[in-house]
């Protein structure tokens, strides 16, 4: 990020040369193209968008809102609403963001019960609600489908401290759901039908449905119907599912709004191949692959000095 002009670097890569007596094998330059894969949503811009949204078919974009939680976890799964033309995604974490949003997202967390805390504190828990009640549309994935639910009875990855009332909390109550975590993590690569199209996913999770009175987002899944679909609000504890594309453009067009078009040709597995590609196109005209090859294969050269510790 140094304005593309990597003669402003020359002088860190000589003291690092002369403090280590290993040579730079290439600078990498900034490609604001490029949008990879990051952990928790910590790769996003400075104002929450994610990716690099395509302008709108239609008249219209259609708004995302992706609740950054504290303990957020597989951030990733709104990556391939980003890839859609028309659709900004956003990381927001105060309610006033969700004012104008057509879909509110509940992703992932390493700790259902204390960021739902936290979303009781900031006010947010309030806004999600306020928008499924006025028939806006709002997705639940993982632990931010528990939350939507009535009951959580966490005794297992709840730290304490957030909550009077210990791991066994009322849930948003927009799902007919009860969930109770177990010790043992549930595991799973598993496929099925949803809105009306094949679907695949993955599954990392402790909290395990106690109750579901709504009807399942997921049919003819191996371990029987999955999560839930009331509608306006959703929600599954398969990550992956908006990778989908059939599923994801299903989605789409049940939230948009008048006006929006969705594509219908966006394929996320080749939007991903995509930025691959630009990356190892980076690689291949700034770094020295052919030495990274070496070093690979036959080890570090001899006679390199050594480097203690804090040097």
């Known amino acids: 990020k140094f304005r593309g002009d990597p003669a402003l670097l020359e002088p860190g890569l000589h003291q690092l040369r002369a403090l280590t007596g290993r040579p730079t094998l290439g600078v990498l330059p900034f490609d604001d193209r490029l949008w990879l894969d990051a952990e928790d949503s910590l790769s996003t811009t400075a104002d929450g968008v994610v990716g690099r949204p395509a302008p709108p078919l239609g008249r219209r974009w259609l708004r995302v809102s992706v609740i950054r939680l504290p303990r957020i976890s597989n951030a990733t799964d709104v990556d391939a609403l980003a890839c859609e033309p028309g659709v900004a995604v956003r990381y927001v974490t105060e309610p006033s963001r969700l004012v104008d949003a057509d879909l509110v997202v509940l992703p992932g967390t390493k700790s259902t019960v204390a960021d ?11 806004a999600v609600v306020a928008h499924a009640r006025s028939g806006g549309a709002v997705v639940g994935i993982c632990g931010g489908y528990q939350m939507l639910g009535r009951r959580i009875v966490d005794d297992v990855e709840f730290q304490g401290g957030e909550s009077e009332s210990g791991g066994d909390v009322a849930g948003l109550g927009l799902l007919d759901l009860d969930v109770r975590f177990e010790e043992e993590k549930h595991l799973g690569r598993p496929s099925g039908t949803a809105l009306g199209h094949p679907v695949t996913g993955y599954e990392i999770h402790h909290g395990r449905v106690a109750h579901s009175g709504d009807p399942a987002l997921v049919e003819d899944s191996v371990d029987g119907p999955e999560g839930s679909d ?82």
């Open 230 to 311: 009331a509608g306006a609000v959703l929600g599954t504890h398969w990550h992956g599912l908006l990778e989908n594309d059939g599923f994801r453009r299903a989605l789409l067009a049940r939230v948009a709004p008048a006006g929006f078009e969705v594509a219908p040709d966006t394929r996320f597995a080749d939007v991903r191949t995509g930025q691959l590609d630009l990356l190892a196109d980076l690689v291949e005209r700034h770094l020295d692959a052919d030495a990274v090859l070496a070093l690979i294969a036959d080890g570090p050269p001899d006679g390199l000095p050594f480097v203690p510790p804090g040097v």
């Open 116 to 126: 739902l805390a936290w979303l009781r504190r900031g006010g947010l828990a309030e």
